[in-house]
């Protein structure tokens, strides 16, 4: 599913209700909030409302979020939202510009497709 951030095992490793919509496609109940954290990150950066927000900063650290951030995020995650989490994170002015240059050069895979 995804790389592993190393967390401390907690006793609601499990993804709350509420996120249950933003993972679809796959069973909520056996998305691991430690195992799976850069699906949940990723997801929540994304796509989630203001209080997947705040539940993502309180069950993640800092550092976990940066992490992510530098190592997936600046390539998975659309402009917008890379360009809010690098703020919101302290990402430097030049390091943000270049990564937002580089989103923004990505090709759409949606628009490369075929629908014949």
Sequence with gaps: MDKKIKRNPRKDAVIPGFLFPLFWEYEPHNID?????????????EM?????????????????????????????????????????YGISPKKRKRWLKDAMERPDVWNTRDSR
């Design 48 to 88: 989630g409302s203001w209080k997947a927000m705040i539940w993502l900063q309180k069950t993640y650290s800092k550092t976990e979020i940066l992490s992510y951030l530098e190592t997936k995020g600046k390539h998975a995650l659309p402009p917008r939202e890379l360009n809010y989490w690098a703020l919101m």
């Design 33 to 45: 909030i430690g195992h799976h954290a850069t699906l949940i990150i990723g997801r929540i950066m």
